[in-house]
């Protein structure tokens, strides 16, 4: 009995001062968070928003731990063209089979595998991007910024088309496109802003 409280003392007075891990459960907010996408073509560049249908940030002891967010395909559009018929066309040309066929793959994805950084600010970032429901991984920078309780992660992610089996116009499988040829790489910018609980 004398030894079990004699231990019972030395934890109460060592558990005081051991180093508390600071630990966030964070929301993303879906109405503030962006994902705006860029391609170019020999002629010029499109540009345009997918909004984003859920998303999870796990952030403890300062510092993105993982993270998953999964945006809605449907939901595209182009932001560069501002005739509503030359909008249009380009819009439901993005969403057929010849780009990234939304009738059939109405989500696309990223989820994080792991999160490196030397300052908490400045990341590496390595994950999966599913898209048409392929899966390929994928490496980039990104940025983490805190301010009362809000959490703002941003990073762009460059990606080929063509392993997501996106080849319309690629001048990598076909020839003689001139300046009708898409360049493969597309970017993706995006900006979660979550709330600290």
Do not use: C
């Amino acid at each position: 009995m004398k030894t079990i409280a004699i231990i019972l003392l030395g934890v109460l007075l060592v558990v005081p001062f051991l180093p508390i891990s600071k630990v966030y459960e964070v929301k993303v907010d879906k109405n503030v968070s962006t994902v705006t996408w860029r391609a170019s073509k020999v002629t010029g560049t499109h540009f345009g928003k997918v909004k984003i249908s859920q998303a999870d940030l796990d952030y403890k002891n300062n510092r993105i731990q993982g993270g998953f967010f999964e945006i809605d395909m449907t939901s595209i559009t182009v932001e560069d063209i501002t005739d509503p018929g030359s909008n249009k066309r380009l819009t439901d040309h993005l969403k057929s089979d010849d780009f990234f066929s939304v009738d059939k793959f109405k989500t696309s994805s990223l989820k994080i595998t792991e999160a490196k950084t030397a300052n908490g600010k400045d990341y590496q970032i390595n994950g999966n991007l599913m898209i048409k429901g392929i899966s390929n991984p994928v490496s980039f920078p990104a940025t983490v910024e805190v301010k009362g309780g809000e959490i703002t992660a941003t990073g762009k992610i460059t990606f080929d088309r063509t392993k997501y089996d996106i080849k319309y116009r690629s001048g990598s499988f076909f020839d003689g496109l001139a300046d009708r040829m898409i360049y493969d790489e597309v970017q993706l910018e995006i900006a979660l802003v979550a709330k600290a609980n």
